[in-house]
């Protein structure tokens, strides 16, 4: 790889942090509708739904089967729940909270069966707005590939490298020899930006731009951590980022939280949940500079 080959990014994306106003209320800062979860996977939702509101979103739905009530109103009270019955779907309920929402995270903890392949298909057909496509979501669309040609908004992949190879075809061991490389020609390709997540992860643009992240480390290497990033970039989405600086932003802003959370917890010792713990201290960065 060569190194004029890619931008990196560094700490002065914490500039384009959505600015807070003072006189505003919670419409101000944006609706997230996170569609996830599933039976014995509530916490996958939960961990998005969190990260959007710790990122500064005003409000946050989740779309989720009935079965994860009572776990997420009692993890998030914060969060609006709007449940379904997988077996008998309320589709004017769904497109009723697609109607609400500024944008969407897909895909964290859906599972594989086919009403989870019916809302990842509607969030991609039917809601024109900013989706985050993560998870379950990714290996929907591995398998039907067409959404992303009738995909009409702006869409943001997150996948991991084995995620991207169900995605593309490819070995893993092909993928991770050039992260970099490989978002970029993914994301100029389909018209998408790709967050192709490593060591470090790369953000592949719709022009073909490429830019390497410089936050991280090997601590955030746990369960729920990519949930994490699917929240905080559609968190961003919501408070009016655009796309690009959305995917940007969250990257930096997720493995600076785990660098702040190393320092204490240690690499071991970590989880997701402390990511979201130090979310904050990463973003107040900024305040203090200026």
Request: hydrophobic share 40%; net charge negative; charged share 20%.
């Amino acid at each position: 790889m060569q190194n004029n080959q890619y931008r990196t990014i560094e700490q002065d994306v914490l500039y384009a942090l959505p600015k807070r106003l003072n006189r505003s209320n919670k419409g101000t800062y944006g609706k997230v509708l996170c569609i996830a979860g599933s039976r014995n996977m509530a916490g996958a939702a939960y961990l998005c739904a969190w990260a959007a509101y710790r990122t500064g979103a005003g409000l946050v739905r989740i779309l989720t089967p009935e079965v994860n009530r009572v776990i997420l109103q009692t993890l998030l009270p914060e969060a609006v729940l709007t449940t379904f019955d997988p077996e008998v779907m309320d589709w004017k309920c769904i497109r009723d909270a697609f109607d609400w929402a500024d944008t969407a995270a897909v895909g964290p903890g859906l599972g594989r069966e086919p009403w989870a392949l019916a809302l990842t298909r509607a969030a991609m057909t039917e809601f024109i707005k900013p989706v985050v496509l993560d998870a379950d979501g990714l290996n929907h669309l591995s398998e039907h590939r067409e959404l992303l040609t009738k995909r009409e908004g702006a869409l943001i992949l997150t996948p991991h490298p084995g995620e991207f190879a169900r995605l593309t075809g490819q070995k893993v061991q092909d993928i991770i020899a050039d992260i970099p490389g490989q978002a970029r020609r993914f994301a100029e390709e389909h018209q998408c930006i790709c967050v192709l997540k490593d060591a470090p992860s790369a953000v592949g643009s719709l022009s073909g731009d490429c830019y390497v992240n410089t936050t991280g480390n090997n601590g955030m290497s746990t369960g729920g951590s990519g949930d994490v990033l699917t929240g905080i970039i559609a968190g961003l989405l919501a408070q009016k980022s655009l796309p690009l600086q959305a995917a940007l932003l969250g990257v930096w802003l997720h493995g600076r939280a785990g660098d702040l959370a190393v320092k204490r917890e240690g690499p071991y010792g970590m989880m997701a949940r402390h990511l979201l713990e130090y979310l904050p201290e990463a973003m107040k960065e900024r305040q203090e500079e200026e």
